[in-house]
C-alpha cells in the first residue's frame, strides 16, 4: 500500500482549509433580503403599531420612527403609549433586539408625540456621549472578521 507523502497531505488540508475559508466568508457579510438592519416601533391607544426597519444605521431608523409617530399622531389623532427604540438585527433567524422600551404618559396625542420625540432625543444624546455607534461598528467587525454576522 502506497503512503502519501507528509507534505502532500499537509498542502491538500492547508488548501482545503482555505477553500472552505472563502465559502464560509462569502456568507458571513448580510445577504439582501436577509432582513439585517436597524427597526424600531411605537405603539398606539388605537392598539395599533407602527414598525420601521431594516435601516443600515440607528439614525435612519430614528429618524424614521419619528416620522411614523408624527404621522399617527397628527394624521390619525392616535396617542403614543409605548415606544421601542431601534435596535439591531442581525437578520433571518434572531429576533428584533431592541435598545430600549419606553413607556409614555400623557393626556393628548399631541403631548404623547412630544414626549415621545423628547424621550427618544434624550436616547440619542446618550447614544452620541457613550459614542455607541462606533461601539456597534466594532462589534460587527469582529464579527464579521470571524465568519459571524
Not at 431594516?54 to 430614528?62: D, K, V
Not at 409617530?69 to 429576533?95: K, R
Amino acid at each position: 500500500m502506497k503512503q502519501f507523502p507528509r507534505r502532500w497531505f499537509f498542502r491538500t488540508a492547508v488548501a482545503l482549509a482555505f477553500a472552505i475559508g472563502i465559502a464560509g466568508s462569502a456568507h458571513a457579510e448580510s445577504q439582501p433580503g436577509t432582513g439585517a438592519g436597524y427597526y424600531g416601533s411605537a405603539t398606539y391607544d388605537s392598539l395599533q403599531g407602527s414598525v420601521v426597519g431594516p435601516y443600515a444605521s440607528w439614525t435612519e431608523c430614528n429618524d424614521a420612527l419619528q416620522n411614523a409617530i408624527d404621522n399617527a399622531v397628527y394624521n390619525f389623532g392616535w396617542t403614543v403609549i409605548s415606544i421601542d427604540g431601534c435596535g439591531y438585527n442581525p437578520g433571518l433567524t434572531h429576533g428584533i433586539n431592541y435598545e430600549i422600551h419606553l413607556l409614555v404618559a400623557a393626556e393628548s396625542p399631541k403631548e404623547s408625540a412630544e414626549i415621545g420625540k423628547l424621550l427618544l432625543a434624550e436616547v440619542e444624546r446618550v447614544r452620541n456621549q457613550y459614542r455607541i455607534d462606533n461601539y456597534e461598528a466594532a462589534l460587527r467587525a469582529i464579527a464579521k472578521a470571524s465568519g459571524g454576522k
